[in-house]
């Protein structure tokens, strides 16, 4: 999908957004929804014409940091939010991943980007994902229309959540114009186990007993291939600890004491630790290949090692797991064969999988993401018309023909 | 929620009673109450003999919820025992454009589970059994029939518990907690119901059984799951949970402060969370709770206070020490009136006795209350405060404030004479005040108890008529004909898809 420059339209207003939306509408020209577009690589390509671009709608709106919320425009840079909430030692809990150096790129993810595609990073596993946090949208649906969901507070049970619709919905239900986060104090220090361990299964053991403890682990990721900038030869299980320094200094005791039986342990503190983790977040540690694709499959933490063997076998393939076990990234050749080896490790275990990237020559082949049953997929194209009627939002980015 | 309380909610054009009905619903279908001892003897085929209720003694007991000033006989009650029987019922109702009540425990304040004269309540608390429990990956798979309470029971013996735990929790059941998005005293820390799900099994109003979500964390595609949880059972119905379950901390006390007006206690709050402390609880009563709480439990709550705070920190002894010593240091700041730090489980205990029992000790000082429960930004308190107090003296009723003071969760304790029709009708009026100011704030009209019939029609204060028209499209996309659980959530007023 190469939209031409002057196809490019990037309003700065909410009401700019909707013009643009309603000018499409009357003609009858379906958009693609971006905020810098960094994830168009992402699941399908979509076919349209013009582009609209949320970047230039950017500002963070609202931040009480007593009240726990943040809000912005869409088009804000997550690096901008993260680092104003920096300032007041907060922190956005799902610790969305910041994918550009594993990918080349320069710029980075907007905050409508990471919210229409739910990414979430490593603490996830026990402080929720992405969708768990967003509190309130104003967005522009598919007829060009403002509407809001949420709202600024912590706790709402007013009407249907369109929020959760929403976020992870990539753009294809309305185009997001402003959101608002739960946000929380960031640790004030973090201290990170890692035990070297014969093999996955004995890793997913590891992070299972670890999660499993009374002491708050707040990431839990297990490296096939290792990490060879850390020092961290594969396979390596990492346990994170996020707390006041008493706290992290007893509870990593503790920890280290529980999971010695497992094999030998060493311990990251402050800098290190940190590095570590935002490795695990961006996905480092996979090494993919440039012209190959990248999956996510979301399991069951027990059901990895058994994805991981069938992948192994069918491919070439290249692991990285996080929270607990329960998201494999994989990489492998952009090949229809790999696909289906992904889809089907994926439908054995109980799970669900992503085409995260890949050339256009298999996304738009394949089924990026898992059919639904037949009854949910016949209420969402009804919701889909409800929102976007004439279909002109991303059309196919989800789903080939929806 | 006084048990002397009994008002009928009158249909439209039906001969109105001693009080005028506060609650309209939509007229019932003629047709439908014509076919009742038919529709009775087709679900008797469908089910178990006794899965099937149509006498009148025997229906009285679902006439009402948790907010018990509404009652409306249903057409039918019926129990099932199996997803599949869930179905058979859905599918027979949806082919016979008979409008269905789902109903957990019935402990819903907003009036969720009132029944309609023309439905057929479908009633969950015979799926009672806990499925599986997998603490390897950390899960337990249970019928929607089981209880909030059930659920830690099940897993507690292993260390582990079920985190929302709503004040209902003894009776409530997941499914009306997942369909409320359900709440409770340590959702600071551990989030509400939709944080701590993994997946569902959803019948349609068609009958179709879909899984939803499973045992792994995120879904590809639409996030059903989000969407699903807290919908007041206006999308479908819910027969199977699978929620997260976590290991229980190490320990876990309690410590008192006590203030001498609402807006230090409301800076003490703000200082807390501002030097980055998240105490699993931080809860705030103010004068008229405190009185009624000591008066109830004697837990040694001072009497001069203006506003209380309890706040419950969780960890090792150590770690409990240096949490409590960090908040201790923080609220002499604001020169409290008293503090005491907690030294054993039995001391947490006593200073969490007065407001665990708030509501039945506002219920001995009047004969009957109202439970409201509204969210602000949390800065707004003192203002909201003040507002409150001043619309207590227009209205001559009473109201004690209870208030989650780390989410803004605020619940005003309306009290009134349910023997006084005028009384009645203050407190109500009172109530949606009370919501309005809660929307004008920036907050919103609830935080954990649903819309249901009771704030239905003040919707219109936070959402605009187009917002509101989107919403109730997309139950059109689940349920076409309106069948499941009408009436709640959505004003009456235009909507095509009740009118007669
Ligand atoms: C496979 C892959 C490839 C990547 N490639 C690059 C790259 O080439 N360059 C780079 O800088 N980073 C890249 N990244 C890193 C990462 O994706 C970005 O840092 C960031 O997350 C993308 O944010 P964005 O605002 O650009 O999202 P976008 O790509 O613009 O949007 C992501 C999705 O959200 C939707 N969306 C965006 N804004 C809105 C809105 N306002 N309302 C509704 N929906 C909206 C879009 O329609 C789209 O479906 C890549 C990551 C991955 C996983
Ligand atoms: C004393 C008291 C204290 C309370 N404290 C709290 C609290 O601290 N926090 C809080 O959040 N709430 C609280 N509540 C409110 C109430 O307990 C919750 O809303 C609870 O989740 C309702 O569960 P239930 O099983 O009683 O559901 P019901 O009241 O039976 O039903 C609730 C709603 O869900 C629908 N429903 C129920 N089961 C299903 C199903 N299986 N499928 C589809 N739809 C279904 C019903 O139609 C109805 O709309 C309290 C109530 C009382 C009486």
New binding site residues.
């Given amino acids: 999908m190469s939209a031409a420059l002057d196809k490019v339209t990037a309003p700065d207003t909410e009401e700019g ?1 909707a013009e643009a939306v309603r000018a499409a509408l009357a003609a009858r020209e379906p958009l ?12 399908r390509p ?1 076919q349209a014409a013009r582009t609209l ?3 230039a ?1 950017t500002g963070i709106t609202l931040y009480r940091p007593t009240e726990l919320v943040i809000s912005a425009r ?2 804000t840079p ?1 690096a901008e939010i993260e680092a104003a909430l920096a300032e007041k030692n907060q922190m956005l809990i799902a610790e ?5 150096a ?16 739910n ?1 979430s990073g490593p603490r996830r596993i026990t402080g929720g994902a992405m969708r768990d946090h967003v509190l309130g949208i104003r ?1 522009v649906s598919g007829e060009g229309e403002v509407f809001r969901s949420g709202g600024r507070v912590l706790k709402n049970v007013t009407g249907l959540d369109l929020c959760k619709l ?1 976020t992870g ?4 239900l ?4 402003e959101v608002t986060l739960k946000v929380q104090p960031a640790g004030e220090a973090t201290g990170t186990l890692a035990v070297r361990v014969p093999d996955l299964a004995e890793g997913i053991a590891v992070l299972s007993a670890a999660l499993s403890s009374p002491f708050g682990v707040s990431g839990a990721a297990l490296l096939p291939e290792g990490h060879a900038p850390l020092g961290l030869d594969g396979p390596v299980a990492l346990v994170r600890i996020e707390d006041f320094a008493e706290s992290v200094t007893y509870r990593l005791g503790r920890l280290r004491a529980a999971l010695s039986c497992f094999g030998e342990v060493s311990m990251l503190e402050g800098a290190p630790s940190r590095a570590a983790w935002r490795a695990v977040r961006d ?1 480092v540690p996979l090494g993919a290949a440039p012209e190959g694709a ?1 999956w996510r499959i979301s399991v069951a933490p027990s059901r990895a090692p058994g994805v991981c063997a069938a992948l192994r076998e069918a491919f070439p393939a290249r692991l990285l797991l996080d929270w607990g076990g329960g998201l494999v990234w994989v990489s492998g050749p952009a090949t229809a064969e790999a696909h289906a080896a992904v889809m089907a490790a994926a439908a054995v275990a109980g799970g669900t999988f992503t085409l ?2 890949a050339p256009e020559a298999l996304s738009a082949a394949v089924a990026v993401l898992p059919e639904e049953p037949a009854p949910l997929a016949a209420i969402g194209g009804r919701v889909k018309s409800v929102l976007d009627p004439a279909g002109i939002l ?1 059309p196919g ?1 989800m789903r080939a023909g929806a | 929620m006084g048990p002397a309380l009994s008002r009928v909610a009158l249909a439209d054009g039906e001969a109105q009673g001693h009080f005028d009905p506060m609650i309209r619903l939509p007229p019932p279908k003629p047709e439908i109450l014509a076919r009742r001892d038919g529709i009775l003897a087709d679900l008797g085929r469908l089910l178990p003999e006794d899965a099937v209720i149509g006498e009148a003694i025997r229906l009285r007991p679902y006439e009402t919820d948790g907010l018990s000033a509404y009652r409306q006989m249903p057409l039918a009650v019926t129990l099932p025992r199996t997803t599949e029987e869930v179905a058979a019922v859905l599918r027979y109702c949806h082919a016979n454009g008979i409008r269905v009540v789902p109903r957990g425990a019935g402990t819903s304040l907003s009036g969720g589970a009132l029944p309609l004269e023309d439905a057929v309540v479908i009633g969950l608390m015979r799926m009672n059994r806990i499925l599986e429990v997998n603490y390897d990956d950390r899960f337990a798979v249970v019928e929607a029939g089981v209880t909030n309470i059930g659920i830690t029971k099940a897993v507690e013996g292993d260390g582990f518990f079920y985190a929302p735990d709503p004040s209902s929790q003894l009776a409530c059941m997941i499914g009306g907690n997942v369909m409320m998005n359900s709440g409770g005293a340590h959702c600071l820390k551990y989030g509400v119901t939709a944080n701590n799900l993994l997946g569902l099994t959803f019948v349609t109003i068609e009958g179709e059984v879909v899984r939803i979500g499973g045992q792994h964390l995120d879904a590809a595609g639409y996030d059903w799951l989000g969407l699903i949880t807290g919908s007041e059972g206006q999308l479908g119905m819910v027969t199977e949970v699978t929620v997260r379950i976590l290991r229980s901390p190490e320990g876990a006390r309690a410590m008192l402060a006590a203030f001498s007006s609402v807006e230090v206690a409301g800076q003490a709050v703000d200082a807390i969370i501002g030097a980055g402390v998240i105490p699993v609880a931080l809860e705030f009563m103010d004068k008229p709770c405190i009185h009624a709480c000591e008066a109830f439990a004697h837990a040694g709550y001072p009497l001069d206070a203006e506003a209380v705070l309890i706040i419950e920190v969780e960890g090792s002894l150590a770690e409990q020490d240096m949490l409590l010593n960090r908040i201790k240091e923080i609220c002499d700041r604001f020169e409290p009136i008293s503090m005491k730090l907690a030294e054993s489980a039995e001391q947490s205990l006593a200073i969490w006795k007065g407001r665990k029992g708030a509501f039945g000790a506002v219920g001995r000082i009047s004969p009957d209350y109202l439970c409201m429960d509204g969210t602000i930004p949390t800065g707004e308190l003192p203002h909201v405060l003040k507002r409150i107090g001043e619309m207590s003296a227009h209205y001559g009723l009473g109201v004690a404030n209870v208030f989650h003071a780390g989410d803004g969760n605020l619940h005003p304790l309306i009290m009134f004479d349910a023997n006084d029709a005028e009384s009645f009708r203050k407190a109500e009026a009172f109530g949606a005040d009370i919501l309005r100011l809660c929307v004008e704030v920036g907050g919103c009209l609830t935080g954990e108890h649903g819309v249901g019939v009771e704030k239905r029609d003040l919707m219109v204060a936070q959402f605009t008529p187009r917002e509101l028209a989107l919403q109730r499209a997309v139950k059109s996309a689940f349920d076409p004909g309106w069948l499941l659980n009408p009436a709640k959530v959505f004003p009456l007023e235009g909507n095509e898809a009740l009118a007669a």
């Fill in positions: 957004v693609a929804v971006e905020g810098r577009g960094t994830k168009r690589a992402m699941l979509v671009s949320t970047r709608l869409a088009g997550v969305p991943p910041d994918l550009r594993l990918f080349g790129a320069e710029e980075g993810a907007t905050l409508g980007g990471v919210v229409g595609a990414l967005a929403l919905a990539y753009g294809t309305g185009v997001l114009t996905a990248v995260f990237r991303n980015r």
